[in-house]
């Protein structure tokens, strides 16, 4: 039990913090609002209607969150790999030019579906 609680100890600290921000935010805030407080922040532009069906948005930024996504979990793979590739030898070379292979192949399917252009 001794090895855990400096963990319960951090836990507990986190905890208490947290509340206590949110209780005293509440004692110190403001009380008085205005119509300009409840409205949806538009950076100073009042908002548009949407329309019923919530609107068009163009694929490409939902295709380029993906392509941020893809190129993140690629480096979360790929630096403990550098970091352990001693340990890994051959096995762990073909491995990630595999890993490597295949991501390259998504890149070379949006950029040929001109993807990465904008209009």
């Known amino acids: 039990m001794n090895v855990y609680a400096p963990i319960l100890v951090l836990l507990a600290l986190g905890a208490a913090f ?3 921000s949110v209780t005293l935010t509440s004692f ?3 009380k008085r609002y205005n119509r300009a407080k409840r409205d ?3 950076c100073g532009i009042d908002p548009t209607p949407q329309p019923v ?3 068009h948005f163009p694929v490409k930024y939902y295709l380029t969150a993906m392509l941020f996504i ?3 979990i690629e480096i979360v793979f790929l630096y ?3 970091v352990a590739f001693d340990k890994l030898a051959l096995f762990g070379l073909i491995e ?3 890993f490597i292979g295949t991501v390259l192949v998504v890149y070379a399917y949006v950029w040929r579906r001109r993807g990465l252009e904008w209009e």
């Open 18 to 20: 947290a509340i206590f």
């Open 28 to 30: 110190t805030g403001p």
């Open 40 to 42: 949806a922040y538009e």
């Open 53 to 55: 069906g919530g609107g």
């Open 70 to 72: 893809v190129f993140d």
């Open 80 to 82: 403990p790999w550098a």
């Open 96 to 98: 990630m030019l595999i």
